[in-house]
């Protein structure tokens, strides 16, 4: 795809865009076969890695070694054994007893807790509505699935742990752009994007163990996105979701430990400012003139 900046269809990439060099395809350095992205051995769980983005990104995640071990769960349809191991666990992620169960279920298929877990599962409503013409119901039901989904995938994941008080491993939240744009009858995504991103820095401080990410998957024609008005953006490749996700599953991205990364970005450019990133240049700022987030006021 294009990475001319005169081409249309980066519209929603540039407003984003941290890097001067753009990826819209998985660039060699993230290849899977490489050997330094190889992830043997990782017990990875994807939320809603049954279609969409999840479900493209297993192509990626598959040829990371014979014996990486994949968890699919939330939706059945379209899975297939490549040369890892695969177990679907149908999971509603806003029921907090089911998601307990997902993460038991993993402990005694696999004989300890997962590795890595990438909280994909997303709602986006088909329509966009001013606040007073959208149910209430439905309006919460989009937090319900981008929030508390997320909130009970950490909460038992870190409780299957056989130390939940310090727990370790990778937690990686698939996030959107839209987390930090306004756009006029889109408020429920939006809003729980946001908090979603925000609580992945909760996450981070309150438990160092824990490597935590928010990805940005770029613009990728999905289930999701295919009825979307962002559709003629949506230009990037899926599997630059899942090529990113195998390098922060490496302790090569340790300096991006609580911040937000994209797979648009361009690696090389982002570690020269690693000391810039590891002083939360990436992370969200509330009111960016306060004190409290590093301003001095008028």
């Given at each position: 795809?294009s990475?001319?900046?005169?081409?249309?269809?980066l519209?929603?990439?540039?407003?984003?865009?941290l890097?001067?060099?753009?990826?819209?395809?998985?660039?060699?350095?993230l290849?899977p076969?490489?050997?330094?992205n190889?992830?043997?051995?990782?017990?990875?769980v994807?939320?809603?890695?049954?279609?969409g983005?999840?479900a493209?990104?297993?192509?990626?995640?598959?040829r990371?070694?014979?014996?990486?071990?994949?968890?699919?769960l939330?939706?059945?349809?379209?899975?297939?054994?490549?040369?890892?191991?695969?177990?679907?666990?149908?999971t509603?992620?806003?029921?907090?007893?089911?998601?307990?169960n997902?993460?038991?279920?993993?402990?005694?298929?696999?004989?300890?807790?997962?590795d890595?877990?990438?909280?994909?599962a997303?709602?986006?409503?088909?329509?966009?509505?001013?606040?007073?013409?959208?149910?209430?119901?439905?309006w919460?039901r989009?937090?319900?699935?981008?929030?508390?989904?997320?909130?009970?995938?950490?909460?038992?994941?870190i409780?299957?742990q056989?130390?939940?008080?310090?727990?370790?491993?990778?937690?990686?939240?698939?996030?959107?752009?839209?987390?930090?744009?306004?756009?006029?009858?889109?408020?429920?995504?939006?809003?729980?994007?946001?908090?979603s991103?925000?609580?992945?820095?909760?996450?981070?401080?309150?438990?160092p163990?824990?490597?935590?990410?928010?990805l940005?998957?770029?613009?990728?024609?999905?289930?999701?996105?295919?009825?979307?008005?962002?559709?003629q953006?949506?230009k990037?490749?899926?599997e630059?979701?899942?090529?990113?996700?195998?390098?922060?599953?490496?302790?090569?991205?340790?300096?991006?430990?609580?911040?937000?990364?994209?797979?648009?970005?361009?690696l090389?450019e982002?570690?020269?400012?690693?000391?810039?990133?590891?002083q939360?240049l990436l992370?969200?700022?509330?009111?960016?003139?306060?004190?409290?987030?590093?301003?001095?006021?008028?």
């Open positions: 795809m990475t001319d900046r005169s081409d249309p269809s519209g929603y990439t540039l407003p984003f865009q890097t001067k060099k753009i990826h819209r395809k998985v660039p060699d350095i290849l076969e490489r050997e330094e190889l992830q043997r051995g990782k017990i990875i994807i939320t809603g890695g049954g279609t983005i999840g493209v990104r297993r192509p990626s995640l598959h990371v070694g014979g014996t990486t071990l994949i968890i699919i939330t939706r059945l349809p379209r899975l297939n054994n490549g040369v890892t191991k695969v177990l679907a666990v149908p509603d992620l806003v029921d907090e007893s089911q998601v307990a997902l993460f038991q279920q993993v402990n005694k298929a696999f004989g300890r807790p997962a890595v877990v990438i909280a994909n997303g709602l986006a409503l088909d329509t966009l509505k001013p606040v007073a013409e959208e149910s209430v119901s439905t919460w989009v937090h319900e699935t981008n929030v508390l989904g997320v909130h009970n995938t950490v909460v038992a994941w409780r299957s056989p130390d939940p008080k310090n727990p370790v491993g990778t937690m990686i939240n698939v996030n959107s752009g839209l987390a930090g744009k306004i756009v006029p009858g889109n408020s429920a995504y939006s809003i729980s994007k946001l908090a991103h925000r609580y992945m820095e909760f996450v981070a401080a309150e438990y163990g824990i490597r935590s990410f928010t940005l998957p770029g613009v990728v024609m999905s289930d999701m996105s295919q009825d979307s008005p962002f559709v953006y949506a990037d490749e899926a630059q979701t899942g090529a990113l996700a195998l390098f922060l599953a490496s302790s090569r991205a340790n300096y991006l430990k609580g911040s937000l990364t994209s797979v648009n970005w361009d090389d982002m570690e020269a400012h690693k000391a810039d990133i590891e939360g992370t969200v700022k509330w009111v960016p003139i306060l004190p409290t987030s590093g301003g001095s006021g008028f």
